[in-house]
């Protein structure tokens, strides 16, 4: 069964504390993984697309990796915009439909 | 660019009283679109897709439906709402189901007395 997990549920760190969120899966046949933030009262909003083993995409602060059985999400330095739950889904060949993690409430203190 | 508009923002409802949440999406043709329901702490649990007019495909049975009267136009409804479909409802569209991402509206907070 086609399945994921994020963890830590949350995470607090200080402004400028350099950390990690995982998202580990099962899966037949990654077609893709996504990570995504969501901010409170909003809808999630997409942050990258990963396709294969040892691909990496950053953007700004935060950098996304990829294993055979997990995913990354490194943040460089929050600041606390950073703050928010970042939700990580996948996609596989069995089922088109995302897979989708409960993902990592991060907050970011001054 | 695409941007994709889904209202209300919020609603309360009584028990049994009917249901219609609307969303757009302007910028693009023939997209997939979603209805998702997210409970908190916990994953989006998708509701309905559609990959072209007239065509809705259901993941969970519940008491809901949706219709996409329109290309662009997604509706999620009701005819007797149940204290049990509170929640927070997002709609979201995507090019096609091959690998890639899907992007959201605002979602809709919908509380039921």
């Known amino acids: 069964e086609d399945q994921v997990t994020q963890s830590p549920e949350a995470l607090r760190l200080q402004e400028g504390e350099s950390s990690s969120l995982n998202c580990s899966y099962t899966?037949?046949?990654?077609?893709?993984l996504f990570w995504y933030r969501q901010d409170p009262g909003k809808g999630p909003e997409f942050l990258f697309t990963l396709y294969s083993a040892g691909e990496e995409k950053e953007k700004e602060r935060l950098k996304a990796t990829l294993t055979k059985k997990e995913s990354f999400l490194h943040i460089t330095a929050p600041k606390p915009e950073d703050s928010a739950t970042y939700l990580c889904?996948?996609?596989?060949?069995?089922?088109?439909?995302?897979?989708w993690g409960a993902g990592t409430k991060l907050i970011i203190k001054p | 660019s695409q941007t994709i508009h889904q209202w209300p923002a919020t609603l309360v409802q009584p028990v049994g009283s009917p249901l219609s949440l609307e969303c757009t999406v302007e910028?693009?043709?023939?997209?997939?679109l979603y209805w998702y329901r997210q409970a908190a702490g916990r994953g989006l649990q998708l509701l309905f897709y559609s990959v072209g007019i007239g065509q809705i495909s259901s993941e969970v049975p519940q008491n809901l439906s949706a219709s996409r009267p329109q290309d662009r136009q997604f509706i999620l409804s009701s005819k007797k709402l149940l204290l049990s479909d509170s929640g927070f409802y997002l709609c979201?569209?995507?090019?096609?189901?091959?690998?890639?991402?899907?992007?959201f509206g605002d979602g809709t907070r919908l509380s039921i007395l």
């Open positions: 899966v037949s046949g990654l077609r893709g």
């Open positions: 889904a996948v996609q596989g060949d069995s089922n088109y439909q995302l897979i």
């Open positions: 910028g693009t043709s023939n997209p997939n």
């Open positions: 979201a569209w995507s090019i096609d189901s091959s690998n890639q991402p899907q992007h």
